[in-house]
């Protein structure tokens, strides 16, 4: 392990998770304005155009899911930088194609740009394992923070870039947003190819293993408390991403509480962007080292509670000084629980199967993307008109479980230390 990464390589590192987020923040507010304008011109209407925009919606995370513990597992066998390098084409082609498929108002090719994203997209856990393979057990939760700082910018300036496509908030969304994060991933991958070291450790690549097999599973599994860390993930972010996609529909509602133009939704998901930066990339950073992972955890998932509860009475009064309270503190609870979750799984890894082990805990996270808003919406459309805020207060009962297995997994578990013998 070096001492500590290159400037060049920590700045790589932020551009491709950002990219990453900067594409799934255009695409959450703006894919159903898109996906509603390419299906009415394909003349489907009614039932058809809730499911293709469901379909469109969880392609990107269904690919995530599926592919983050092979781009892992890959990473273990070659190397983080060739990898990361191929993630970053395929932001380019498929970003790209995004942008040409809204010039086309082509349903089909958005799909195909969407599945290839979340393809190219699903190997931000080695961005998670370079961070792990040149940081210290003292200064990783840093480094992880630093990783959910830039989810955050790309989640603030996501939706910022969604309305360069309807500047006015009406008429027909343009290519802009797909063409510049087509731009920005070329910019990254020029990065990395000049400044961008490997950071896998001589010797530390695995020849032997399958790719595709359920090995990463095990190797997870194996490690006392990791499987509960896993489980702990998947609830807590199932929670936001829940969340997440039914504060589009509460706020936007014409006929409820909120009725927000869609400039105002954007600016709102720009917000919730800008707080998880301010916060991972300032107050995490600055409480690492000092507080334990577990300690930042259980207060994250503590202060989300009381964020999900205020939130869900918001939503039912209407008050817009509650919500934008309530919003602030959610997503500062949020902020804690990413970068402490994920390092606490790493200190617990075998530095050897780190890659796999980290594609893992990602798929777990693009699992519950996947499910969340699923659940939510489902529990949305299900409800009287008189409790519209039913899939919040789902969340707040999520986020207590994951604040009772936090307690657990902090209690039974320690830092993975090598066989001396």
Known sequence: MTDSPRRGSLLVIFLTVFIDLLGFGI??????????????????????????????????????????????????????????????????IFYTLFGIATVMKSLPLLFVARIGAGLAGATIPVSH????????????????????????????????????????????PGPGPGYAAAALSAFALVLAYFKLPESLPEGGQVTKRRIFNFQSVSDALATPTIGLLLVTM????????????????????????????YRELCLTFAFIGAVLTVV????????????????????????????????????????????????????????????????????RSDPAKQGSIMGVAQSISSLARIVGPIAGLMLFHLQPPSSASWPL????????????????????????????E
């Open 393 to 420: 207060w789902l969340a707040a009962a999520l986020m207590l479980g994951g604040l009772g297995m936090v307690v657990l997994a902090a209690r039974g578990g320690k830092d993975y230390v090598a066989a001396t």
């Open 280 to 347: 991972q990339g300032g107050l995490v950073r600055r409480l690492a080292g000092r507080v334990s992972d577990a300690m930042l955890a259980t207060a994250g998932t503590l202060v989300s509670v009381v964020g999900f509860l205020f939130l869900a009475r918001a939503g039912e009064t209407g008050s817009l000084g509650m919500l934008w309270g309530a919003l602030t503190t959610v997503v500062t609870g949020f902020a804690f629980i990413t970068p402490s979750l994920n390092s606490l799984i790493s200190r």
């Open 27 to 92: 695409v959450l507010p703006l894919l159903p304005v898109y996906g509603k304008e390419f299906a009415r011109s394909a003349g489907e209407s009614g039932a058809e155009v809730g499911v293709m925009l469901g379909l469109l919606m969880a392609s990107f995370s269904i690919m995530q899911f599926l592919f983050a513990p092979f781009w892992g597992r890959i990473s273990d066998r070659i190397g983080r930088r060739p990898v990361l390098m191929i993630g970053l084409l395929g932001s380019v």
């Open 129 to 172: 394992a370079y961070i792990a393979d040149t940081t210290t057990k003292e200064t990783r939760t840093k480094g992880m923070a630093l990783v959910g700082a830039a989810f955050g910018l790309g989640f603030t300036f996501g939706p910022l870039f969604g309305l360069l496509a309807v500047p006015t908030g009406t008429g027909d």
């Open 234 to 261: 998947f609830v807590c972010v199932l929670a936001f991403a829940s969340f997440e996609s039914t504060l589009s529909v509460l706020i936007r509602d014409e006929q409820g509480a909120f009725a927000f133009s």
